[in-house]
């Protein structure tokens, strides 16, 4: 069972300089602590929100900063960057971080980036696919050419070769519906989270998954990874009442960053995405806590961890100590510190 940390916002207030630190010191305190990994967000032209622009040069600096952690992307969102670039990238952290590197990769779900980039949300899906199988050759070493829709050169030879043969782990993000089974019939371990889906639907969607991956013929049963905000108190009052003002904001602004994508014809079904909207509006504080995220004492946390742990069959857990960037930085040392001091022990 692998278990993780999620950093990618900026606290109000912070410099950037700050939003860095931050971001480094969590990154050492996970491996003090020996958690299994750190995982860096994307985020593009939004600096009040976060610094995280430049995930794969911010992983190469952690990776020099420890020795043992692993780190990853959560994740890079392939079709924004030239797939020849990215796998010269991603080969070289791999190197200096001695094989600990892992590829999480997406698309996005949000077509901001895209919009500012000049490269078409509608294309997002077949980019992704042509960018991930221009990766996997170039991560050969070996001269190749590509004449794609998107991508076309002529005798490129990657190097480096990455130092974990024949690549790092990948793990492929997941949202809509349709991603889940496409996912699965890849053969490739998921991301999963809980901004847009509630664990009911969660379920089912894993379900799907599963199916298309034994269909495909893949050995075994595929591989889930939940991205969940884990708060941990020193009472229960404590643990709702504490985080409750900066919860219900995240999950507010999440909803206004889905209320912005309506309208557009490259975004996926209207009535799908004004469903979605509805659904996060409505949500109260007492449903968030049921569906959406893990948070009470360690002895709670643990029992709900469990139980999230064996109803999804999980393989790995990865914490947001910040999802809203409005925590403050003690708490989410707190809850790592026991995280990892009393939660994590009791779950292995």
Known sequence: ????????????????????QETLDLA???????LDGVWLGEIHFNPTRSVHSAPIALASYIAART?????????????????????EDVATVDHLSRGRFDFGIGRSGSPRAYDALGIPYAESQARFEECLQIILEAWKGQPFSHEGKFYRFQNATVAPRPYQLPHPPLRMAANSRETFPIVGRLGLPLFVGLRDLSIPELRSHLAAYRAAWREAGHSGDGDVCLRIPVYIGATEEEAV????????YFFRRHAELTRAGLGRADTGPTDRRQARLAELTSLSYDDILETRVAFGTARSLTDRLARLRDELRLDGIVAELNPSGQFPLERMHRTLRLLTREVIPALT
């Open 1 to 20: 069972m692998h278990f993780g940390i999620f950093l990618e916002e900026r606290r109000p207030g912070t410099s950037e300089t700050a939003a860095f």
């Open 28 to 34: 050492e305190a996970a491996e003090a602590s020996g």
């Open 67 to 87: 020795r043992r952690v692993r780190i990853g992307t959560a994740v890079q969102v392939l079709p924004l960057g030239n797939p020849l670039r990215i796998a």
């Open 241 to 248: 009442e504490e985080p409750r003002e900066n919860t219900i």
